[in-house]
């Protein structure tokens, strides 16, 4: 497996200015990651998306540093015109291939807010994401680039949700992307989580959260509630509840070789999250290596 770097977990330094999407790709590379996943594109200079996605795409041709995954947004149940949107992701697979990715992910929803009178469970919506999904993912295969859905939102954030879309969908260029973390989300055990998703799984986050029981004194800032009413708070990879080498093990069982990437959104500074994460999850794989 190769380890990349999501440029989410450097957000908080693009916010400062400091570095851009442009200079992650050095930043990775200096760090000793094997390839980088873009969220979204986020232009510096005020060149067009499509220009930027080049320019990112050159900067890691030139720096030897693959691109594993672009990742965006999708809102296929909230939105006032399903085609409309359809085809705005469709565009977002023009810009991963532009970018030189090979897998996207896109949401589907982000989950309903009060007052929506829409569906209420996912078994009902399943046919109208599925629709979307299949319609994305068909024309994307056309520029070899793979679409993949995240476990994201507490509305399909649970791993059944995600087994029941992707054989709905039941289209050779469609997977799941496991965030094996974000299970926590949803209060769902990731080792059970992973187990289900793994033979769908092409793409991997790795995530790790600090958990506080919902029946245990409110930790405060910055933490946030789960679906069930407990805690959690961002970690570096292999410090929080998140059984991370457990789920690389159950993934790596199942015969996935592809990227995992680092997602970091906890406290602590992120060049310092990654370099103890990174360091962990070499180690977590060694080990695996080693017990075949």
Known sequence: MRISLSTYSLSRRMEEGSLTQLSCIAKAKEMGFDSIEFADIWPHDGSSKEEYAKRLREECQ????????YVTGAEFLQCEDLSGEIDRVRHEAELAALLGAPKMRHDVTSGYPAGYCGPRSFDNSLPTLARACREVTAFAAELGVRTMV???????????CLEKLANAVNHPNFGLLCDMGNFL???????????????YTIHVHAKDFHLKKGTETDPGEAFFYTRGGNRIRGAIVGHGAVPVRQCLGIL???GFDGDVSIEFEGLEEPELALTLGLQNLRRYLKELETTE
């Open 185 to 199: 989300d949803c209060d769902e055990d990731p080792v059970l989580a992973c187990s289900r998703v793994a033979p």
């Open 150 to 160: 995240e476990n994201h939102s507490w509305f399909c954030g649970n791993s059944d």
């Open 62 to 69: 030139r720096l030897d540093l693959p691109v594993s995954a």
């Open 252 to 254: 790596k069982y199942a």
